[in-house]
Nanobody, 119 residues
Framework: QVQLQESGPGLVKPPQTLSLTCTVS??????????WSWIRQPPGKGLEWMGA???????YYSPSLKSRTSISRDTSKNQFTLQLSSVTPEDTAVYYC???????????WGKGTLVTVSS
């Protein structure tokens, strides 16, 4: 059973950098054909895909967030990390990490973590 768990600060001040880590258990983030994604949901709004790191280490980003987003991984800890720079209150959201495949979509999700951006 694959499990994902987000961790990081719940409060970030603008214009600092938001940093979250997703710890994966029950499967390796380097296993072929899996994508490891970050998604967020602002209060009262829909889900927004932010970016992903592939099993090979290649990264993909949403065009609207690309200039502020960086996703990396630590294979020794089976973790991947999101960094979002220059945050504003509009970045307040529940942030999720997930596993994705080309055939099954996002099949495993973390429970999500609320990050509030406020001074």
């Amino acid at each position: 059973q694959v499990q994902l768990q987000e961790s990081g600060p719940g409060l970030v001040k603008p214009p600092q950098t938001l940093s979250l880590t997703c710890t994966v258990s029950g499967g390796s983030i380097t296993t072929n054909y899996y994508y490891w994604s970050w998604i967020r949901q602002p209060p009262g709004k829909g889900l927004e895909w932010m970016g992903a790191i592939v099993y090979s280490g290649r990264t993909y980003y949403s065009p609207s967030l690309k200039s502020r987003t960086s996703i990396s991984r630590d294979t020794s800890k089976n973790q991947f990390t999101l960094q979002l720079s220059s945050v504003t209150p509009e970045d307040t959201a529940v942030y999720y990490c997930s596993r994705e495949t080309m055939t099954d979509g996002m099949d495993y999700w973390g429970k999500g973590t609320l990050v509030t951006v406020s001074s």
